[in-house]
Nanobody, 121 residues
């Protein structure tokens, strides 16, 4: 089985910065895409940023220019550097990984436990 463990969330003032980390472990053969999503109460989970195994990135328009996604393939870890934070960025943030399972070799999506990001005005 595969686990994704997130860290780095917290409370920050508007204009501040946070860096989220998500480390994958378990029966991993390889990881294709990785990404970050966010969800507020009563809302749908939406894409924030994704990154391929080769380093190509994609961002939601709302975070473009403020957030940067990166990954360390040797550590099976994805990061989200969040700068110029706004109150509307307040959400629970979830990491995602497209994992090629070591046993089955099928590609499955796995999710982190979620980490709270709160931005005060």
């Amino acid at each position: 089985q595969v686990q994704l463990v997130e860290s780095g969330g917290g409370l920050v003032q508007a204009g501040g910065s946070l860096r989220l980390s998500c480390a994958a472990s378990g029966t991993i053969f390889s990881i294709n895409g990785m990404g970050w999503y966010r969800q507020a109460p009563g809302k749908q989970r939406t894409l924030v940023a994704t990154i391929t195994s080769g380093g190509s990135t994609n961002y939601a328009d709302s975070v473009k220019g403020r957030f940067t996604i990166s990954r360390d393939n040797a550590k099976n870890t994805v990061y989200l550097q969040m700068n110029s934070l706004k109150p509307e960025d307040t959400d629970v943030y979830y990491c995602n990984a497209e994992v090629v399972d070591r046993g089955s070799r099928y590609v499955h999506d796995y999710w982190g436990q979620g980490t709270q990001v709160t931005v005060s005005s």
